[in-house]
C-alpha cells in the first residue's frame, strides 16, 4: 500500500476508462525530489486474474478516469503516480503530479482513496 498519498485528483472534465478485458493493471507511485535511494519508485503490477479483478472494483469505486490535462508551477519535490492500463490489447496511461498543495496531470476522480485501498 502507498503510504502518505497527499494527491488530488485533477481537475477540468473526465472521460470513463474502458475496463472491459483489462489484462494488467501497474501504479507507480514515486517522489522524485528525494535523494537516492528514497526516490526508487513504488511498484505494484495486478496480471492475475483476481488481481486484476480487485484493481478494476477499485478504479471503478473511486471513479478514476482520464481527466483534461492540467498543469502547475514548477516545484522541487512531489510525488508522481503513474497507473498504466491494458485491456483489449491497449494501453492507457494516466499520471499526476503532487507537489506545494499544487496536482497537475490527466488523473480525474478521487486518487488518495484508490491509493489508499490499493492492496499490497
Known sequence: MFAGAVLLAACGSS????LQNVSSVTVTRQTPGIAPPGN????I????????AEVV???????????TT????ECAGGTEVDIDIVAHGAHTHLSSYACANQTSGNIAG???GFLNNLPG
Open 40 to 43: 526508487a519508485p513504488d511498484t
Open 45 to 52: 503490477r495486478f496480471d492475475t486474474p483476481n488481481r486484476v
Open 70 to 73: 492540467t498543469g502547475a508551477d
Open 110 to 112: 478521487d486518487l488518495r
Open 15 to 18: 472521460t470513463s476508462l474502458d
Open 57 to 67: 472494483r477499485l478504479l471503478k469505486a473511486h471513479q478514476i478516469a482520464k481527466g
